[in-house]
Structures are given as structure tokens and as C-alpha cells.
């Protein structure tokens, strides 16, 4: 298995990133993850722990989807997608973000988990670890930049 931890710092509230990441989790991953090209909510009602969405990303030219629930919901701390069942390529997938306040802002803490099955991933996985690894904080920045130029500033004026 693969295990990534990151971090950033974002110059808003807790509220306003959980806001712009959780809640708009399926409206906005397209923004911040260039792989991904499609992300629909599917369950009914406001997004909670529980909630359903299909994710679909590009990798390395195919196509590759999955069903996502949100495994855990404590606004505005904690917000987990899991795949929704195992596949015989995906045995499992998770993604945790914890938004911690800090001085001047939020610091976003993202535990993100992978394991497939393809013999390629088990040889290289130093190399895909670290492929990851650099995803993740490339799309950290592209939240942090989202979220400081949509979000405005509770600070000084």
C-alpha cells in the first residue's frame, strides 16, 4: 500500500476551506486535480458522512473510476473519501484531509492511502509513491490558490 502525508497552509478560516473543499468536494476536484475529468455526487441531499459520488481520473492515458462515500464528516475538521467497494484493480483508496486552525489560517493535513493489484504498482511503487506524493502537493497549491482568490480575507483591511 501506498501512504502519502502532506500538508498546507491555507490563509483562511477552517470554516471557509472545509467549505470550498469538503462541501464542494464533487464541484471543485476537477479545479485542484488535473487527472480528474469527472466527479458527480450521486446520493441525495447535503454532503455528510455517508454521501455518494463517482469520481473518474486519467492516468497514464486509461481511464479509471470509482465509487467514493464519504467515510467521515466533522465539520469543520475532518473530511474522509474511501472507494465504496474494492475492485479487482482497486483494493483500496482513501483520502483524509484534518483542517487545523493556525495562526493566519488553516493548516490542511491530507493522509491519502492507494493499493491496486497490478503487479506494476507492487515493483515500482517507490516511483509511484513519489509521483503521489508530488500530485498531492501540486494540488494542495492549486486549493490554497483557489480558496485565498474566492474566499475573502476576515483580516485587517
Known amino acids: 500500500m501506498i501512504v502519502v502525508d502532506e500538508q498546507v497552509v491555507i490563509e ?3 470554516e471557509d476551506v472545509f467549505r470550498f473543499l469538503a462541501e464542494g468536494f464533487f464541484d471543485h476536484v476537477r479545479e485542484f486535480n488535473p487527472a480528474a475529468v469527472e466527479a458527480v ?3 441525495e441531499g447535503p454532503m455528510q458522512k455517508g454521501a455518494r459520488g463517482r469520481e473518474a481520473q486519467v492516468i497514464q492515458g486509461k481511464r479509471r473510476e470509482r465509487e ?4 467521515e ?3 469543520p475538521a475532518l473530511f474522509a473519501l ?3 467497494a474494492p475492485t479487482p484493480l482497486e483494493r483500496h483508496y482513501l483520502s ?5 486552525p493556525v495562526e493566519g489560517g488553516t493548516r490542511v493535513e491530507q493522509h491519502f492511502e492507494l493499493e491496486w493489484s497490478m503487479l506494476a504498482f507492487r515493483l515500482f511503487r517507490p516511483f509511484i509513491r513519489r509521483v503521489i506524493a508530488r500530485d498531492i502537493r501540486a494540488a494542495q497549491q492549486r486549493i490554497k490558490a483557489l480558496v485565498e482568490a474566492s474566499v475573502p480575507s476576515r483580516g485587517a483591511p
Open 73 to 75: 464528516w466533522e465539520p
Open 96 to 100: 483524509r484531509w484534518r483542517f487545523l
Open 82 to 84: 474511501r472507494n465504496a
Open 12 to 14: 483562511r478560516a477552517p
Open 41 to 43: 455526487k450521486t446520493s
Open 68 to 71: 467514493v462515500v464519504v467515510e
